[in-house]
């Protein structure tokens, strides 16, 4: 038969949560002991004012709250600073020990420093480990948010930017000075277009042949095919005057250029004009206005120079261009000739005097003989009316020359040739696939270079210079958002550290917290132990 266990081996479980009721119901703590604990807490702030120095006392004094334990190690300590004022029977005469043994004294009365205990504990496990926990989480949770939402910015960010670039290589620039590498790009279009004139000459062959066989299967030999690729492959990237009249021009007046549009200022600066620095000396403002008095009356007003009845002659003198922009002709002196009549001047249209007379002539808006203005002093390849028909046309013989060639390079397609073009002129039998080859290809690579879209854009910007601003708007703003979106990236990066940072500095708190709560639990432990004659006791429910 077993031996019946011995009752000072069984445990004493106790839950954390229930500890102070339980306490409290076997009587081992008073029901009043939050007045009493009130009152304590009173004393020790009263003998606090008064401590010796003491390395240990002071390690006790940097903590956030003194329980009994600590007034005990206090005790302990004054017996031995104040060792000189203990008289014969064992008593003190210093005021700090009887300070701190009646606050000793008054956490023993109904064990009141137990059911502190308990309180704190309880408090420790139930409310302040928990916040500071789901705080700490809130911080951990918010740094892998802000990395997450930096790796994004910084993806979004190296997206844009390669868009940015991709787009400047369609443009042909690096993306350093948008606006100014697209002008420069402009001046480099000329000599550009004149090399696509230059290789044009190349073609000769195959527009004769292309001729022939327009002429063979039309029956229309007269007509003549691919006019402007023909003028173009035989005298270059010529101007329109010579296209249009087979006459080379005495002089150019290429058309004026728009003003171009000034660079913007930054955002944070202030346009403010063109008011002068600073103010008019003498508090009169200039309003740019002068006022020259004649000799004709007092009033300033000049009212003519002839006598009464005299005849007056306004002359304007209009010259090719004038300065409002309005294009009078090259032509001569036009004359407005007024004759007044009556006593005043004036012509009113009522008396029986000569009615005034007024004479303008113009002179036509013809150019001079030989001379190229406007459209017709631009190139071929800069107008787009005549780029767009020469592209046309290099594409109608691109089309001939790919057909031609598969013809050839096809057996069955070859023998329908042959004997479709027995009566055919010798240029259209003795073609070659190598030949046609060759041509094709040189075609082709006009064709590239004229109608890449760099080039497009540059005619495009060249046509009309307000094309600059919006293709540089574009692109910085492209190049802003990837800017942003770093800035962006590094606004979270900050958080992020700065969410680090409230992390790193909450972790000694949560450590010091769980190591008081395990002092307590401890400490508890062994005081109830002792009062159930060492039997173990096991506080439940603390989760550190």
């Not at 005790?75 to 043994?101: C, H, P």
């Not at 299967?217 to 007269?222: A, E, F, H, I, T």
Request: with cysteine.
């Amino acid at each position: 038969m077993q031996a019946p266990q011995d009752y000072r081996n069984v445990p004493i479980d106790i839950q954390t949560s229930k500890l102070l009721d339980w306490l409290l119901d076997r009587r081992h703590c008073g029901r009043r002991w939050p007045a009493q604990v009130a009152q304590v807490r009173e004393r020790i702030r009263a003998a606090l004012q008064d401590m010796p120095e003491h390395p240990e006392i002071r390690e006790l004094l940097q903590g956030s709250y003194l329980h009994y334990f600590h007034c005990l190690r206090i005790v302990e300590i004054l017996k031995g600073t104040e060792a000189s004022t203990k008289n014969l029977f064992g008593r003190y005469s210093s005021q700090r020990m009887k300070d701190w043994q009646e606050i000793v004294s008054l956490y023993e009365k109904d064990n009141a420093y137990l059911a502190e205990l308990s309180s704190l504990l309880g408090r420790s496990i139930s409310y302040e480990l928990p916040a500071l926990r789901r705080q700490r989480g809130r911080w951990l949770q918010a740094q892998q948010e802000l990395a997450r939402r930096e790796d994004e910015c910084q993806a979004r960010a190296g997206e844009l930017r390669e868009r940015f670039l991709g787009s400047c290589r369609q443009y042909g620039i690096a993306g350093e000075d948008v606006r100014r590498e697209l002008l420069a790009q402009v001046q480099a279009l000329p000599s550009l277009l004149s090399r696509v004139g230059d290789g044009a000459s190349a073609l000769g062959d195959a527009i004769e042949l292309y001729q022939a066989c327009v002429g063979f299967v039309c029956d229309s030999p007269g007509a003549e095919a691919l006019p402007l690729l023909r003028h173009v492959a035989a005298h270059g990237n010529s101007s329109v005057f010579r296209w249009r009249t087979g006459q080379e021009p005495l002089r150019l007046e290429r058309p004026e250029a728009a003003p171009q549009a000034p660079e913007p200022p930054p955002q944070d600066t202030i346009d403010w004009g063109d008011f002068p620095t600073e103010p008019p000396q003498g508090g009169d403002i200039d309003w740019g206005i002068t006022v020259e008095p004649s000799a004709q009356g007092e009033d300033g007003i000049d009212w003519g120079d002839g006598e009464k009845g005299q005849e007056g002659t306004i002359t304007v003198e209009l010259s090719a261009q004038g300065e409002d922009g309005i294009d009078w002709g090259d032509g001569e002196k036009g004359t407005i000739t007024a004759e007044p009549q009556g006593d005043g001047g004036i012509d009113w249209g009522d008396t029986g005097g000569q009615e005034g007379t007024i004479t303008v002539v113009e002179a036509g808006t013809e150019a001079p003989e030989g001379v190229a203005r406007g459209s017709d002093a631009l190139t071929l390849l800069e107008n787009p009316e005549t780029r767009n028909q020469f592209v046309d046309e290099l594409m109608e013989l691109e089309l001939f020359l790919a057909q031609r060639l598969l013809e050839l390079e096809d057996a069955a397609l070859d023998v329908v040739a042959l004997s479709q073009f027995q009566a055919a002129p010798a240029v259209l039998q003795g073609q070659s696939p190598e030949r046609l080859r060759a041509q094709l290809a040189t075609a082709r690579e006009l064709l590239g270079q004229l109608c890449s879209r760099s080039v497009q854009h540059l005619c495009m910007i060249l046509a009309s210079p307000r094309y600059v601003e919006r293709v540089t708007a574009l692109l910085r703003q492209q190049s802003l958002q990837a800017e942003l979106l770093l800035a962006k990236r590094e606004a979270l990066g900050q958080r992020r550290r700065q969410a680090l940072a409230e992390q790193g500095a909450l972790e000694p708190r949560l450590r010091q917290l769980q190591e008081r709560a395990r002092e307590l639990q401890r400490l508890i432990e062994a005081d109830i132990s002792k009062r159930y004659g060492g039997r173990p006791v096991n506080l439940m429910g603390v989760n550190l």
